[in-house]
């Protein structure tokens, strides 16, 4: 047994933080006090209450605006927890930020906006009133705890918004590459619309609105971290392929541990984010800082995406390209990374404040040191022991089980 948890914990990829790394990345973290240029807010973490800078977000600048918020249930976010409540009032709470980065879109952005059964009514409503609605994407969460009277939870919503009819959207950079079951042929001999490789047998397929090939990050992962609803890199990756060119800007307000702005570094986009919590803000900033090393996205390679569970062809798929590249004229044997590999494959078919108070979230953790300055860039971020009674942004950091 314990050269089993062993095994495990030497396989343990999660991300975390020493206390050096959290005075370090805290350091980098933005705090905005008036309207921001966007040059002041862009390529950073911005650590503060989204609605302290709901105000004071550039305009006319965002092609990509991805909402993650707390969904319609009770849920821990390290030191803040948000409840659950009546569709009703999800709504209302929605409409008291939603409406206010409107302003920050290009004319021709996209909007996707996170949930599940609980909360997609309220933001169904909340969407058809201010853009055009295009579709709903539903991906499967592969786990998920089995109810006894009731069904399984294991599927989550992923909206899709435009705010005109002109809009970004490659399809082509957002394939699916599936292993073929019923392998026919032309009349010729010739694969029928696959494609046979060393690696298997393939079929390109278009995306389409049922996603089942995504994995949660969990422990033996490279992306994971310990916060609990963190999306996977892939997801990231699908949508801003689809709705995004290279050097194009993302907004995520509730950044959390910074996915969207990883997965935007990785493939050469720039980005704004924003999270309440200090040590979700040093978690990205240290992802971030690994993605300078290592642009890779697990689930996304050659410029297209896999379906799960099958990272051993994907490293036979790599091993083989490696090879190949060897072989031919440069005999670099360099492998490219997503961005170039999507610059060089793709092809393009443009069509085309309320002061704090609004955010409901029950605060309550606070820290020695905080005077309630407490998350500005290099004035002292604080981690320790959480205090119920002094309301607070939240620092110091209790871990949770990831999941909805
Ligand atoms: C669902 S999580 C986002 C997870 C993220 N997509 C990821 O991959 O890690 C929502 C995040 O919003 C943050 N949050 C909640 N209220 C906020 C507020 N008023 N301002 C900024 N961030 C907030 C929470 O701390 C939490 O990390």
């Known amino acids: 047994m314990a050269v089993e948890e062993d095994k495990k914990s030497s396989r343990n990829r999660t991300i975390t933080l ?16 008036g309207p ?5 807010i862009e390529n950073k973490t911005t650590n503060q209450d989204l609605f302290e800078v709901l105000d004071w977000l550039p305009r006319n600048c965002v092609d990509l605006l991805f909402l993650d918020p707390p969904y319609n249930l009770d849920k821990e976010f390290n030191r803040t927890v948000f409840k659950q409540r009546s569709t009703e009032a999800y709504l209302k709470w929605l409409e008291t930020w939603f409406p206010k980065l409107l302003p920050t879109l290009k004319p021709n952005a996209s909007v996707y906006f996170c949930g599940e059964w609980r909360s997609s009514t309220a933001i169904h409503l909340l969407l058809e009133k201010y853009l055009k609605v295009r579709n709903r994407i539903t991906w499967e969460r592969e786990k998920g705890r089995g109810a006894l009277t009731n069904w399984k939870n294991c599927s989550e919503d992923i909206w899709f918004c ?19 079951i019923a392998p026919y042929r032309t009349e010729s001999g010739r694969p029928k619309d696959w494609l046979e490789t060393s690696e298997g047998n393939f079929r390109l397929t278009h995306p389409s609105n049922l996603w089942t090939d995504l994995t949660v990050p969990f422990w033996s992962m490279p992306e994971n971290t310990d916060h609990p609803t963190q999306k996977p890199e892939k997801l990231l990756a699908k949508l801003i392929l689809a709705s995004t060119n290279p050097g194009d800007l993302v907004l995520d307000p509730f950044l959390g541990s910074g996915t969207t702005s990883v997965v935007a570094k990785k493939l050469g986009r720039r980005y704004i984010g924003i999270e309440l919590d200090a040590y979700y803000c040093c978690l990205a900033e240290k992802r971030l800082a690994l993605a300078e090393e290592d642009s890779s996205i697990q689930g996304y390679q ?21 090879r190949r ?15 170039q590999t999507e610059k060089s494959g793709r092809t393009d078919s443009r069509h085309h404040q309320n002061g704090g108070t609004g955010t409901e979230l029950y605060r309550y953790s ?37 999941g909805r």
């Open 36 to 40: 921001a240029a966007l040059e002041e």
């Open 366 to 402: 606070h820290t020695s040191s905080c005077s309630k300055g407490c998350p500005a860039s290099g004035r002292g971020v604080d981690f320790r022991t959480p205090r119920p009674d002094l309301p607070c942004r939240g620092f110091g950091h209790r871990g949770s089980p990831k």
């Open 302 to 322: 050659d410029g297209v995406f896999w379906e799960r569970n099958t990272l051993s062809m994907q490293r036979a798929s790599q091993r083989g390209r490696i």
């Open 18 to 33: 020493t206390e050096e790394e959290k005075e370090k990345y805290s350091k980098l973290l933005h705090v905005m006090e």
């Open 162 to 180: 435009t705010v005109g009819d002109e809009y970004t959207f490659n399809a082509d950079a957002v394939k699916l590459k599936r292993r073929v």
């Open 325 to 339: 590249l060897k072989g031919c004229q440069d005999g670099s044997g360099q492998s490219s990374s997503p961005a």
